[in-house]
């Protein structure tokens, strides 16, 4: 999209994406939640562009604000919040096959710090696009190291599609002094020989925040779609036994995921959808932060409900005639909901008696 006439040479296929909702990539449904960079357009943006191709795309007056953009360097190798505190790769650069089926690398490397520290982010700045399926960046903490509460070691992950940003407001991660990064990378094989060297970037906190941010997971792994199967159906829940802060949802499947669902199943019975996506895309593994953070009372349950296609009528499909099951692989199937947390180590009216600052946005009673 460099200038007008690049536009209006594709006009009938920004016509066609704008029409099926394929374009711009945002799958939540607008009638449950709502979330921070949010890129859908509304009915009235979308029937303005529409009117304006079907009037054959007219110039209007002045200079093309597309060409003067395009004349400035794009800095594809910036890291998006800025220069990082502390920058971790992997021991060796990656040398991906040119064909052929590549399992996990796990790459256990020894952290920078040499003291306790908090972090407000972990950003993956992936290498090789083309190749580099997803990286995931757990912890690995010292020999001894204990919490009161089940311990939580993914630090950050990156897929396609995915937007790295800071740690929500007033929350952060905690990384022990002595703790490990252990790199977890998949790479597909693309025809030719290629090479990776993908990046951690860490940034600081000068002080601990309000509260500690975490990744959990809802998931079911024992799951068995047949063949042919047009919207076979899974579910998996999980119980918050104490009162949890929702910062955001992250649906994951393959390339038969259909669409997915987030419930919050309140302990006073009643139900609510926490985020809908009624088209799944697993080109798209986006990450839904909500406007404000959810806080779920203690008992609470998050029901995930999710369909696969299995039939012909997927395009995505990499074979309808077999028999598919939990896998790594893309022609294999996952279904997780994954759930960006903090649960409080008091309600939220005990941390306003005690006068500590919650962070923006939580609700109080």
């Keep these: 999209m460099a200038n007008y006439k690049v536009v209006k040479c594709y006009s009938d296929t920004i016509r066609e994406v704008l029409l099926n909702k394929q374009m711009p990539p945002w799958h939540a449904d607008p009638h449950y939640g709502k979330f921070e960079g949010d890129r859908s357009l509304t009915f009235e943006q979308r029937r303005l562009l529409v009117r304006w191709i079907d009037e054959r795309c007219p110039r209007g007056n002045g200079d093309d604000p597309l060409a003067e953009l395009s004349q400035r360097p794009i800095l594809q190798d910036q890291w998006t919040l800025g220069k990082p505190d502390f920058v971790v790769t992997p021991s060796q650069t990656m040398t991906i096959p040119a064909t052929g089926v590549l399992e996990y690398i796990t790459n256990i490397v020894e952290s920078p710090l040499t003291e306790d520290a908090w972090l407000r982010a972990a950003v993956i700045r992936p290498d090789n696009k083309q190749v580099l399926h997803h990286a995931i960046v757990f912890l690995e903490f010292p020999e001894g190291y204990q919490k009161n509460r089940e311990v939580n070691n993914w630090l950050a992950g990156w897929a396609p599609g995915y937007t790295m940003n800071a740690f929500p407001a007033g929350t952060g991660k905690f990384l022990p002094r002595g703790t490990k990064l252990r790199w977890q990378l998949h790479y597909t094989t693309m025809g030719s020989e290629q090479t990776d060297r993908t990046e951690l970037g860490l940034y600081l906190l ?160």
Excluded at 329 to 336: D, G, K, L, P, V
Excluded at 355 to 362: K, T, V
Aim: charged share 25%; hydrophobic share 30%; with cysteine.
């Design 206 to 365: 000068k002080e601990r925040p309000p509260v500690e941010i975490e990744v959990r997971a809802v998931y079911d792994d024992r799951f068995k779609i047949s063949k042919h199967t047009s919207d076979s159906r899974t579910q998996a829940i999980r119980e918050f036994p104490h009162e949890t802060l929702v910062y955001e949802l992250n649906p994951h499947m393959h390339k038969r995921g259909s669409w997915f669902r987030f419930e919050a199943l309140y302990p006073d019975g009643r139900f609510e959808t926490l985020l809908f996506v009624p088209k799944y895309d697993f080109n798209w593994q986006t990450g839904y932060r909500l406007a404000e953070p959810k806080l779920l009372p203690a008992g609470t349950r998050v029901l995930c409900t999710g369909g696969l296609d299995n039939s012909t009528q997927n395009p995505s499909n990499p074979d309808p005639e077999k028999e598919v099951r939990w896998g790594d692989q893309s022609w294999q199937e996952m279904f997780i909901g994954f759930m960006t947390v903090a649960e409080m180590p008091q309600s939220a009216s005990a941390f306003k008696q005690a006068r500590i600052d919650l962070p923006p946005g939580i609700p109080t009673r």
